[in-house]
């Protein structure tokens, strides 16, 4: 079993976190120095219900699981940014997801559609030299409705200059799996590809 093109798309969209880039370990390690700086527990079970969101619903989600009074989620996002920015270096590509966008570059429109902010995708992309083969780069910053919603990845649609149901989703995140079928769009999981790579 190899991940590949559906034989009818004309596009290619990937998520970004845990699709292209193996960055789930170091987002995971990341919130427990958060919520060790504020004394409070991380469950990890919220990674797999919540990724794909922006990074304040985590932050929302860890005051309320933990009932952290007088905590501004905002402060809680800008200190888990930085200490992800800061760990940067220790990020890998997912290589049988990156091999589809070296094989497919120049042949056909290729865009990233993530939850993540544009610095935080910007960062990624950068450090895993992946930048320049994309057509357009949708982030949390760039849309308002999130995963579950369809409108990250219809916004790549019309940037791409493709139509939805001719664009093939490349997704890890269950919520990214049900935008990219609300838009209805060809969808391939590829946990089966990059679980254990």
Known sequence: MTLDKHPDAEALIFDLDGTLSD?????????????AHYNCRFD???VNELTGMPTIRFAERIIADNRLEGVNPEEMVRMKQEIFWSCADL???????????????GKIPLAVG?????????????????????DAIVTADDVSSHKPEPETFLKCAGLIGVAPQNCQVLEDGVLGMQ????AGMYLTDVRPFTYGN
């Not at 990020?91 to 570059?105: E, G, M, N, S």
């Not at 935008?179 to 609300?182: E, G, M, N, P, V």
């Open 23 to 35: 960055s789930l370990p170091v987002h995971i390690a990341t919130w427990y120095k958060v919520c």
């Open 44 to 46: 990890e079970k919220m």
């Open 91 to 105: 990020l890998k590509p997912h290589p049988p997801v990156v091999d589809l966008v070296y094989k497919y570059h």
């Open 114 to 134: 993530t939850g993540a902010s544009r610095r935080s995708a910007m960062v990624q992309l950068e450090k895993l030299n992946l930048t320049r083969y994309f």
């Open 179 to 182: 935008a990219a079928k609300t």
